[in-house]
């Protein structure tokens, strides 16, 4: 299984960008889930949004501002950021974890996902 992250980028504050993670390698009757964390300079990564079956989680900073939606039929799911501001930069990773839906408390926890992307770089900055 590989996860590919792509759509990261200098972007103005307020703006908006799309970020991207298709996966390979798991077959048609696999059942996955995503989740996008981060990581800024000095910081530890920590979890940004989650897309189970049917269920979506966001980190109190992502809420109402970034939406993560999912595309089955290119393996690939999006993370919408809109409003942009500079507490956003950070190298942006998409993981991936085997099964359905997890429950709230523990979407955030990385050792529940088994395999990652290799991160695109999101700079927010005037």
């Known amino acids: 299984v590989q996860l590919q992250a792509s759509g990261g980028g200098l972007v103005l504050p307020g703006g908006s960008l799309r970020l991207s993670c298709t996966a390979s390698g798991f077959t048609s009757s696999d059942s996955y889930t995503i989740g996008w964390f981060r990581q800024a300079p000095g910081k530890e990564r920590e979890g940004v949004a989650y897309?189970?079956?049917?269920?979506?989680f966001y980190a109190a900073s992502a809420k109402g501002r970034f939406t993560i939606s999912r595309d089955r039929a290119r393996n690939t799911v999006y993370l919408q950021m809109n409003s942009v501001k500079p507490d956003d930069t950070a190298v942006y990773y998409c993981?991936?974890?085997?099964?359905?839906?997890?429950?709230?408390?523990?979407?955030?926890?990385?050792?529940?996902?088994?395999?990652w992307g290799q991160g695109t770089q999101v700079t927010v900055s005037s």
């Open positions: 897309i189970g079956d049917s269920r979506q």
């Open positions: 993981a991936a974890r085997r099964g359905f839906n997890m429950i709230m408390s523990s979407w955030r926890q990385e050792e529940q996902y088994g395999y």
